[in-house]
């Protein structure tokens, strides 16, 4: 069994949408304080709270602050369940050494928009095309798919836009796909999105750099309102300033989407690089463009739908890919602009992109012969043990 999410978009009333604004600020209010209580706790006596310490001060904090009722119990307990994860995240990456380690901050009004039902069937629930929500009532979902699987959790969550979308984590069987003897490796680049080791090219849709001028345009507009002190302006070239940007995400994420999809269903075995893409661009145009491919989400969605469909995803280390011929292994150092990979060694000419592709597609090849080589040996120990 894995783990699959379902997303809807769901249509309130006006009654419905205040509620659930006002139990997203409760929320928010509740996060705070955990994280509040856990800070104080530390740095006045040296003691670090838990998660079941800090949701066994929800009911204290309800007769202090009655409006806590409003928000279904479960809710509330998963509130300190998410600072509990921004805590751990926050060590790890101490213990990692990481330059950035970011420390749990406070959320301002507003800048919490998810609430998580941890049990399906207490609190929310799927009636045919509704959705019961305790203390809302019946909310319409479009349910443009069925969900399947056994519905584990609920997650509302409210978009910059201000439209409410609900997300149902789903414990599926798996559906593997016929075996394949098909193997490919994914150079992801900025001249094109990927190129495979075959040589096919998947075009950059650059989402971003398509819509970047409107960007520009209702920014200078809001921020010309906001000096000339014209808030009802100002507010409303934010919110297309939101539009904008909540368009190009849904476009980036239905393209990683179907270009995922494609290449699960044609091979058995896909090797990809394991990225940290903000340490590949120094300048604010690299990173700009980094940042609309969108590589992390596409490798992500394509782990994902190939654990379903029983392939296998090995991402190797990218170092020195580009430079290395694929046909000799000797390091042939070129600049960015170059495009063409020409090896003074054994002669090969092969665009550069896919020379990377290549040898990506052999580190993996060899991490899976080396992983396989490791299970026979410890297995063959078995037996003589």
């Known amino acids: 069994m894995s783990r699959k999410s379902f997303k809807y978009r769901i249509y309130l009333t006006n009654g419905q949408r205040r509620i659930l604004e006002q139990q997203l600020e409760e929320c928010r209010w509740t996060y705070n304080e955990v994280l509040a209580e856990r800070k104080r706790a530390y740095e006045e006596r040296g003691e670090t709270l838990r998660r079941y310490d800090t949701q066994a001060m929800l009911p204290v904090w309800k007769r202090v602050r009655p409006t806590l009722k409003l928000v279904h119990s479960q809710v509330l307990q998963n509130v300190c369940v998410r600072v509990d994860l921004a805590f751990k995240a926050f060590f790890r990456r101490v213990k990692e050494g990481a330059q950035a380690v970011g420390f749990p901050r406070f959320k301002g009004f507003g800048r919490y928009d998810s609430i998580t039902y941890p049990q399906y069937g207490n609190g929310a629930e799927l009636d045919g095309e509704r959705l019961i929500l305790s203390k809302v009532g019946a909310v319409h979902v479009v349910l443009h798919r069925p969900v399947e699987g056994t519905p584990k959790t609920v997650t509302l969550t409210r978009s910059r836009t201000g439209k409410w979308y609900v997300s149902f984590s789903c414990a599926v069987k798996a559906k593997p796909l016929p075996p394949t003897d098909a193997v490919v490796g994914v150079d992801v680049g900025l001249a094109s999105f990927a190129t495979l080791s075959h040589g096919e090219e998947i075009e950059n849709p650059r989402f971003y750099r398509r819509d970047e001028a409107d960007l520009k345009r209702v920014q200078k507009l809001k921020d010309a309102a906001k000096h000339a002190q014209q808030w009802h302006e100002h507010r409303r070239h934010k919110k297309a300033l939101a539009h904008i940007h909540e368009r190009i995400a849904d476009r980036r994420a239905n393209f990683a989407h179907q270009e995922s999809r494609k290449l699960v269903d044609r091979y058995q075995v896909i090797v990809c690089e394991d990225l940290a893409p903000m340490e590949m661009g120094r300048s604010r145009g690299m990173r700009k463009s980094i940042v609309d491919v969108a590589w992390i989400q596409f490798i992500e969605m394509t782990v994902a739908k190939a654990e379903e469909a029983g392939r296998r995803v090995i991402l190797v280390n990218p170092r020195n890919t580009t430079k290395m011929c694929s046909t000799c292994g000797e390091i042939v150092p070129k600049k960015l602009s170059e495009r ?43 037996q003589v043990l």
């Open 340 to 382: 063409v990979h020409t090896c003074p060694h054994c002669g090969l000419v092969l665009g550069r992109d896919q020379n990377a592709a290549l040898n990506i597609l052999q580190r993996g090849l060899q991490s899976l012969r080396l992983s396989h080589d490791e299970c026979g040996a410890a297995h063959s120990e078995a």
